[in-house]
């Protein structure tokens, strides 16, 4: 089993940034991927940006060039830093990760607002 626990979400003006990090109880290494997901405001639950064992990234079209998601094997954290941020990112952010086999675990997720 793997536990995960996010942190560094919160209240930031339009046009900040942010970095919200995921902790995991296992070497992020050992994983076959991690990854963020976020549900904004009545809407379902969406991939926001993954990252997999050999370092290759996916990342949502509507954060393409305003994120970067990146390991920290020796910390055990998997990091997802966000700029220039919108109300539409809004949300509640979730980390995932992916055992190789094919078990999926998620954090308790954490909340980031955009708003002035």
């Not at 994120?67 to 997802?80: E, I, R």
């Amino acid at each position: 089993q793997v536990q995960l626990r996010e942190s560094g979400g919160g209240l930031v003006q339009p046009g900040g940034s942010l970095r919200l990090s995921c902790a995991a109880s296992r070497s992020v290494g050992s994983m076959y991927s991690m990854g963020w997901y976020r549900r904004a405001p009545g809407k379902e639950r969406e991939l926001v940006a993954t990252i997999a064992n050999d370092g290759r990234t996916n990342y949502a079209e509507s954060v393409k060039g305003r994120c970067t998601l990146s390991g920290d094997g020796a910390k055990n954290t998997v990091d997802l830093r966000m700029n220039s941020l919108q109300p539409e990112d809004t949300g509640v952010y979730y980390c995932k990760s992916v055992t190789w086999s094919g078990e999926n675990y998620w954090g308790q997720g954490i909340q980031v607002t955009v708003s002035s």
